[in-house]
């Protein structure tokens, strides 16, 4: 409990039937609405998805190079172009070539196949794509210097393809990908001197893989360095990939510092930043700060969305003010975001932290009636909080409806059950339910059984000690 993972799927059919005939004990509360992600974006700028293959654009064949040897890459190459129209497609029949020798040889023996093809073929015109993928294999390989990196950029330079923005991105890329964080950090700076600087997507990806990689203190110096030497600053994406790296280290007074450095580079936070730090505070359970941050948005002016106001349920609700949170089911209504699944989920969560298990079942039954399906993570964080109520019967009741419904059971609630179950001495019944985890493949076998031989050893030892029947 405590936890909100992802909505999985909604149950088949309601549970009205646990609670049929029982008041409810909360108002009216409106249809609930799917809140829609926001998502960086991913693809380069400018990139074109590929063309459709027609007669002018015929498909190429496949080539696999299986061995390194240099003579016998020739060899092919000489074969493939007297035997196959596909060579008349110059350009991609070459770089296709190239690319797949580049899988398997040294990088010296690529450069030497890439100038053996432009000898022997002398309508083939290599482009910037062609040297790319030399760039790429060069930024793959093992080298513990950019010795390898700088001599293809150099290659490119003296066959007069300048490296652009396009060769930063796709030098920077691969090295991150390969574990050379710290090789792309050099490189980028060297290819600003070279009046080659990163484009916003670049620079972005790579401050996203040094929060992943390195320290706050070094993702700091080299905002500031590239700052202060390139005038190369972060832009409003790249405040949010540093604010939600700090809010998920639990940080938030950096996160705090972010955002008025944000505001001070002319950036106005959006409802994607407020959201973020608003997360991070729940993490903490601080639901004062959670508050603060949703009348600090608007203040500034930003729309809370729907993910604003289940965060802010949430916070609440974590943080031991579930009656606050109640309060803002009705303001989100207003506001055009009717509580959906996570909404509810959230406030059965604090409930049940509350000792409400009783509350939070009814106010299951009202979310039926709304016409808001309850998904996995309602119907677990539920059973949780009947079996920490010691209202075994009814969470038996509710894990049935489960069973029928082929939900799977969540590790913390798996486990509270087999202990109750257990304390009660229905022990064949917790058998049952480990039967039914590792059938719906809820855990892995080794998980189902080490909890309940776990529970089995704690039942051994309390019926030793009276606690148990």
């Not at 604003?308 to 943080?319: D, E, I, R």
Request: some cysteine; glycine content about 4%; proline content about 5%.
């Amino acid at each position: 409990m405590g936890k909100l993972p992802p909505a999985v799927r909604a149950a088949p059919f309601q549970v009205s039937s646990v609670l049929r005939n029982r008041p409810s004990l909360l108002p009216e509360q409106p249809e609930a609405e799917t809140p829609q992600p926001r998502h960086f974006p991913k693809k380069f700028p400018g990139k074109k998805s590929p063309k459709t293959l027609t007669a002018q654009n015929p498909k190429l064949p496949a080539i696999t190079f299986t061995s390194p040897n240099l003579s016998a890459a020739k060899s092919l190459f000489n074969s493939l172009i007297s035997s196959t129209s596909a060579a008349a497609d110059g350009l991609r029949f070459h770089n296709s070539l190239l690319q797949s020798y580049a899988a398997t040889s040294t990088l010296d023996d690529s450069i030497s196949l890439l100038k053996y093809m432009i000898k022997t073929h002398p309508t083939f015109s290599p482009d910037w794509s062609t040297y790319h993928v030399l760039l790429s294999q060069s930024c793959k390989s093992d080298d513990s210097s950019l010795s390898s990196v700088r001599k293809i950029l150099d290659l490119m330079a003296t066959d007069g393809f300048t490296p652009d923005k396009a060769t930063t991105d796709i030098a920077i890329r691969t090295l991150c990908n390969n574990g050379r964080v710290d090789h792309a950090v050099e490189l980028v700076k060297e290819l600003c001197l070279k009046h080659s600087p990163p484009d916003s997507y670049t620079y972005n990806f790579l401050i996203k893989h040094l929060c992943r990689n390195r320290t706050l203190s070094t993702v700091n110096n080299f905002i500031k360095e590239m700052r202060e030497c390139f005038e190369i600053k972060p832009d409003l994406i790249a405040y949010t990939i540093l604010i939600d790296n700090v809010c998920n280290r639990k940080n938030l007074r950096e996160a705090t510092r972010l955002l008025q450095l944000l505001s001070e580079d002319g950036f106005k936070p959006d409802c994607y930043v407020y959201n973020t730090i608003m997360k991070g505070y729940c993490m903490l359970s601080q639901g004062s700060e959670v508050l603060w941050v949703y009348k600090k948005m608007k203040e500034e002016g930003v729309d809370p969305d729907l993910v604003t106001y289940n965060t802010l349920v949430f916070g609440l609700s974590k943080s031991g003010r579930v009656k606050e949170a109640k309060k803002f089911l009705g303001v989100m209504a207003e506001m055009g975001h009717f509580p959906d699944e996570v909404t509810y989920t959230s406030l059965m969560n604090g409930m049940c932290r509350e000792g409400n298990a009783l509350g939070a079942l009814q106010l299951l039954e009202e979310m039926e009636a709304k016409g808001c399906s309850p998904n996995s993570c309602t119907y677990n964080t539920l059973l949780h909080g009947l079996c920490k109520a010691k209202l075994l019967d009814r969470a038996i009741e509710l894990y049935s409806v489960m069973k029928a419904s082929d939900m799977q059971l969540e590790p913390g609630s798996y486990g509270t059950v087999l202990r109750a179950l257990c304390r009660n001495g229905r022990v064949a019944e917790a058998y049952e339910v480990f039967d039914y985890a590792v059938e719906s493949k809820s855990l892995k076998d080794f998980a189902a059984y080490s909890t309940l031989e776990t529970t089995l050893k704690w039942l051994k030892k309390a019926k030793e000690q009276g606690l148990a029947v």
